[in-house]
């Protein structure tokens, strides 16, 4: 699955809600600000503050996220996540906080998602599989 060049600048300049879920099916899903795409198959996220999230992804790598503004940018993204606490992505992850908020605390860990469906959530085509 291609993420499109307006989806990439899409993701790398919008806040998203990010959904997961435990490995029985309860779902959680919080606000993200820190979320880019590193190419147009793979997204990284900063986890900074995940509990929940953190602990539902350790069990499940299935994640979705929709942006803030899904009534102008209308996707609905799915993929595989997996965590890094040490390593390039890590490292990463490190570099890029302390740039964007270099108050913010350290992150603990890089969670990099492979995109692997894109849907629309436009209204009049919802749910229309785009990739
Ligand atoms: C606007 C906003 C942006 C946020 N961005 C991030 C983020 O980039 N990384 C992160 O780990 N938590 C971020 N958080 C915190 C999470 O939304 C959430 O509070 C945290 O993951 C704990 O919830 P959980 O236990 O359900 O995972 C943000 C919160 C808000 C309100």
């Given at each position: 699955m291609v993420l499109t060049e307006e989806m990439m600048k899409i993701i790398a300049e919008n806040r998203a809600y990010f959904a997961?879920?435990?490995?029985?099916?309860?779902?959680?899903?919080?606000?993200?600000?820190?979320?880019?795409?590193?190419?147009?198959k793979t997204v990284l996220v900063a986890d900074s503050y995940m509990i929940k999230t953190h602990a539902n992804l350790e069990a499940n790598p299935k994640v979705a996220f929709v942006m803030h503004d899904a009534a102008k940018y209308p996707y609905q993204f799915k993929g595989s996540a997996k965590i890094y606490k040490?390593?390039?992505?890590?490292?990463?992850?490190?570099?890029?906080i302390k740039e964007t908020a270099p108050l913010a605390p350290k992150p603990k860990a890089?969670?990099?998602?492979?995109?692997?469906e894109i849907f629309s959530v436009k209204v009049g085509d919802a749910g229309k599989k785009l990739e």
């Open positions: 997961t879920a435990t490995a029985d099916g309860v779902p959680n899903v919080v606000p993200i600000g820190n979320i880019k795409p590193l190419d147009n040490t390593g390039d992505y890590y490292d990463q992850v490190v570099s890029w890089a969670i990099v998602i492979d995109v692997e």
